[in-house]
């Protein structure tokens, strides 16, 4: 491995440490935490591109790495500034969540990168303290409820991967989050497992950004 591949190893890692605080810690220290490493992956971003080194692979990796990085600091921002969450007015603390009134849902966000490793469909262990914590909101506070986990891609063909496609891959990432939750204590009856592929993007395809948003898988509560 050369030294650029290990330099992306060690931020990749910590950049996912740092987003797995729990959520006792303020967001103003996760803010600060990762505002350093990502000033660290930029650096080593643009040292990247003016010594040539590494693949055009490597390269879009670390692109995709720093995006992703960019994203997470931007959200927590916005929630620092905007005072109470809607995380934590529904109990689900940090974690991007959305209320909708009208339609009786609330719906809980999930970056791919928390989850999964890229193209794969099986939980992260590090994934499954997030899942319990989420799992045992819904069992104290939304019990009955029925529960929808629904899988999302970018729309970047599958290439690498056994999958046969998008849909396949948004499916079986659904399904192993809601079998998690089902081993943990939701029970059948309240759980439906979507896949979306790539039909529903809420961001542009056209930029690594986008595309690092619109990878997710989102548990939406009916509360009606």
């Known amino acids: 491995m050369n030294t650029l591949r290990r330099k992306i190893l060690v931020l990749t890692v910590l950049m996912v440490s740092f987003s797995l605080i729990s959520g006792c810690t303020s967001y103003k220290k996760k803010y600060n935490a990762l505002n350093v490493e990502h000033q660290n992956l930029k650096g080593l971003y ?3 591109k003016a010594t040539l080194e590494g693949s055009s692979s490597e390269k879009e990796a670390l692109a995709g790495r720093l995006a992703e990085s960019q994203q997470t600091i ?3 921002k916005k929630q620092m500034e905007s005072g109470k969450t809607a995380g934590e007015a529904t109990g689900f603390g940090d974690y991007q969540v959305d209320v909708d009134s009208a339609a009786g849902t609330i719906t809980v966000t999930l970056p791919n990168t928390i989850l999964f490793d ?13 899942l319990n914590h989420i799992v045992s909101v819904l069992n104290d506070k939304y019990g009955g409820r029925l529960i929808d986990i629904v899988g999302h891609t970018d729309n970047d063909p599958i290439k690498k991967s056994s999958w046969k496609d998008n849909w396949q891959l948004s499916t079986e990432r659904s399904l192993s989050v809601l079998r998690h939750l089902n081993s943990n204590g939701i029970p059948d009856s309240r759980l439906r497992a979507i896949g979306c592929g ?3 993007p809420i961001a542009p395809n056209s930029t690594a950004s986008g595309k690092a948003k619109n990878r997710r898988v989102e548990i939406v ?4």
């Not at 890229?118 to 303290?129: T, V």
């Open 46 to 48: 643009d040292n990247c």
């Open 74 to 76: 931007d959200e927590l």
């Open 118 to 130: 890229s193209g794969k469909a099986s939980l992260k262990s590090s994934a499954k303290g997030d």
């Open 198 to 200: 790539s039909g529903k």
């Open 221 to 224: 509560v009916h509360m009606k």
